[in-house]
């Protein structure tokens, strides 16, 4: 094993073992996050969805299962369980689009394992998780069908874009829709912010388990995620000292 292999190894079990630990002590020590208003309006938004009889569209991107741009569509991924959970008891459930085959069907299996979860077996159907297109351009041609034939009031999308994003999250405001938008790439946040109503900066993807309230294993790695970053700022700040301390000698 080469030495960055190793160090990737150990920096993965440190990871793991800050998991662990926040998660024991998720009880005795409860999270305390910064508001981020987006998911503060996107809950109001799937209960007033609820209420009118009207649809959530979760949109996970066009990025693939397999590759870095995954991480963003299973933030998404996440995200859906806590959405398909609230629009349970909706007469319209919550309907998701992909631009990858692979990435359907883990949508379909979160959707038909979370319905079980509640009760509500019978809301699943195998066409509420859809693939709408092999390439960006053509997923993002077949977003306006399904915001006007599904009845959709929330329009989220969580995942991989690229400059498709500006398209996919036009479509929603041109049909007055609730618009958030999220991803990792910063050519489509920028684009997201430019024309969302309710944009994710940076790394906020990242957190909307954590913040929509899915579990405590997404509240343990936030958590891990935070102290490991005030601990990568504290080794950058010693060896700037010693490096200044060091210059003259």
Same mark, same amino acid.
């Given at each position: 094993m080469t030495v960055s292999g190793l160090q990737g190894l150990v920096a993965l079990a440190i990871f793991v073992a800050l998991m662990v630990g926040f998660l024991a002590l998720d009880q005795r020590w409860p999270a305390h996050f910064r508001r981020i208003p +987006?998911?503060?309006a996107l809950r109001q938004a =799937?209960?007033? +969805? =609820?209420? +009118?009889g009207e649809r959530v569209h979760v949109?996970?991107?066009?990025?693939s299962v397999i590759g870095p741009e995954s991480a963003p569509a299973l933030a998404g991924l996440a995200a859906l369980t806590r959405i398909a959970r609230a629009t349970s008891i909706s007469d319209r459930p919550v309907v998701v689009t992909t631009g990858d085959g692979a990435m359907a069907i883990l949508a379909r299996d979160s959707l038909r394992s979370t319905y079980q979860e509640v009760g509500a077996s019978e809301l699943y159907e *195998?066409?509420?998780?859809?693939?709408?297109? +092999?390439?960006p351009?053509?997923? %993002? %041609?077949?977003? *306006?069908? /399904?915001? %006007?034939?599904?009845? /959709?009031?929330v329009h989220v999308l969580s995942g991989a874009f690229g400059v498709e994003a500006g398209l996919a999250a036009d479509f929603g405001e041109r049909a007055k829709l609730f618009v958030i938008g999220g991803t990792d790439d910063v050519q489509a946040q920028a684009l997201f912010y430019a024309v969302a109503q309710h944009p994710l900066i940076g790394e906020e993807i990242f957190a909307s388990g954590a913040y929509l309230d899915v579990g405590t294993m997404h509240r343990a790695s936030l958590r891990a995620q935070d102290? /490991?970053? =005030?601990?990568? =700022?504290i080794l950058i700040l010693l060896g700037v000292i010693f490096q200044t301390l060091e210059g003259p000698l």
């Open positions: +987006a998911f503060d =799937i209960e007033r +969805a =609820i209420e +009118a949109s996970l991107g066009t990025g *195998p066409t509420s998780g859809r693939m709408l297109g +092999a390439t351009l053509s997923y %993002a %041609a077949g977003l *306006p069908a /399904v915001l %006007a034939n599904e009845h /959709v009031s102290f /490991v970053r =005030i601990g990568l =700022i």
